[in-house]
C-alpha cells in the first residue's frame, strides 16, 4: 500500500475563513454529559471553508454546480510543485516549472502552506496566488485541473478575471490545501468534494498517494 499524504485542512473552530463568509462553528445540539443518549451536532460554515473545490456556478451564472463536478478530473496523476519565494505566481513562473508532457493536474506548494502548518488562524491578505495571465497559461497549456494551498486561486483585492478564466475552460479549481512537507513530484491525487445539490463549491477531502515508481 502507497503512503496516503493527506493534504486536507483541519476544519476546526476559530481557523482562517475568507473575510465576510463567517466563522467554521460545529454547534452542540446534544450531549451525552447533559443527559442525552448521544452526542449530536450541527455544521455551520461556508462552503468555502478549508479545503474545497469550485464550482463554476461561483462565479458564472451559467456554471454547473458542485454535484456536476468530474470526478475523473479530480482522481488521477498529479505533478507538485514548489515555488518556495513567490508572492505572485504569473504565466511567467509557471512557463519556468517545464512541466513533464502530459501533466494534466497540478498542484502548486507556496509559503501559503506553511499558514496551515504553523497554525496561524487570522486570515492574511497577503497569500500567494495567481494573476490572469497565469490562468489563461493554464488553459493554453491543456491543464485540467488547478490546486493552491490557501482560500483563492486569485490575489486578494485583485479584479482580473482569474477565476473566470479557468471555469469557463473547465478546469477544476481546488483551494485550501496544505501541501507542507510534501516534495515536489508526481503523485495519484485523489480529491473528492461533497456532493451538494445546486451549491457553488463544496468542502472536500483531498489525498495524495506515492506512484510506485516513487517508492
Known sequence: ???????SVPLSPGMPVWPG?????????????KGD??????????????????APWHFLEEGSTAEQLPLDVMVGD????????VDV????TL???TLPTGTTRLLLRTRNSELWETGVTEFRKDFAALTSDAAQWLVDQGIRLIGVDYLSVHRYGDKAPTHQ??????IVIV????????????????????RLSGADGAPARAVLRKLPSQD
Open 175 to 194: 483551494e485550501g490545501l496544505n501541501l507542507a512537507g510534501v516534495e515536489p513530484g508526481k503523485y495519484e491525487l485523489i480529491c473528492l468534494p461533497l
Open 78 to 85: 498529479a505533478l507538485v510543485a514548489y515555488l518556495p519565494e
Open 89 to 92: 505566481i504569473t504565466a511567467e
Open 1 to 7: 500500500m502507497s503512503e496516503i499524504i493527506d493534504i
Open 165 to 170: 478564466i479557468l471555469l469557463r475552460a473547465g
Open 21 to 33: 463568509d463567517g466563522d467554521f462553528r460545529i454547534v452542540p445540539v446534544k450531549r451525552v454529559a
Open 95 to 97: 512557463a519556468r516549472l
Open 37 to 54: 443518549k448521544n452526542n449530536l451536532s450541527r455544521l455551520d460554515c461556508g462552503i468555502h471553508s478549508g479545503t474545497h473545490v469550485d
